[in-house]
Every structure is written in structure tokens, then in C-alpha cells.
């Protein structure tokens, strides 16, 4: 079964820049479509960046231009580069994984605080 684990969140002053990780277990990594997802308090999980293996990548319109998804197949592991971190991007950032129609798997969450 795969999982999914994160890393990198954590306090920002706005303007600053954070890189979160997210690395895979199993097998088949190339296969999978990986996305970032976040969530604030009191709202609902948006999209913020999707890449599939070799496609091009889609952001959301609020990060368009500060973030960046890339993905290191053979460290099985997506990566979201934030910079110009805004206090609005303050939320929990979700990784995950998709395969058909059958496997959808979220990672644990890391916070991610911009406030000066």
C-alpha cells in the first residue's frame, strides 16, 4: 500500500519562501499523478498544484507565479517550492497521490505559517 509522508513546513515571514516535501513508499511512483492540496481554518481543500508524470503542471489561480511542483521520480518523492509566501497561503498543505480510479492517498499535513 502506499504512503505518504511530508516534510518542510513550518513559520515564514511574508515575502519568504519555504520548499515542502513529499516522498512516496511502494512502487510505480512514475505512474502517479501527485498534487498539493491546502486547507485553512474554516474552509475547504483547494487545489493548489497537480503534475503528472512528463504532463505539464497546473496551479491554482491564487499561486500562479510563487509556487513551483517538481517531482524526482527516482527519489519517488514531489517537492512544492513556495516563495513570496503571503499570509493568506497560512493553511495546512496536503501531498497527494492518484492512480485511476482506485487510489487516492493524502499525506499526514504540514502547516505552513506566514506572519510576521
Known amino acids: 500500500q502506499v504512503q505518504l509522508v511530508e516534510s518542510g513546513g513550518g513559520l515564514v515571514q511574508p515575502g519568504g519562501s519555504l520548499r515542502l516535501s513529499c516522498a512516496a513508499s511502494g512502487s510505480a511512483f512514475s505512474t502517479y499523478v501527485m498534487g498539493w492540496y491546502r486547507q485553512a481554518p474554516g474552509k475547504q481543500r483547494d487545489l493548489v498544484a497537480v503534475l503528472t508524470n512528463g504532463g505539464m503542471p497546473h496551479y491554482g489561480d491564487s499561486v500562479k507565479g510563487r509556487f513551483t511542483i517538481s517531482r524526482d521520480n527516482d527519489k519517488m518523492t514531489v517537492y512544492l517550492q513556495m516563495n513570496s509566501l503571503k499570509p493568506e497561503d497560512t493553511a495546512i498543505y496536503y501531498c497527494?497521490?492518484?492512480?485511476?480510479?482506485?487510489?487516492?492517498?493524502w499525506g499526514q499535513g504540514s502547516q505552513v505559517t506566514v506572519s510576521s
Open positions: 497527494n497521490l492518484k492512480s485511476g480510479p482506485d487510489i487516492n492517498v
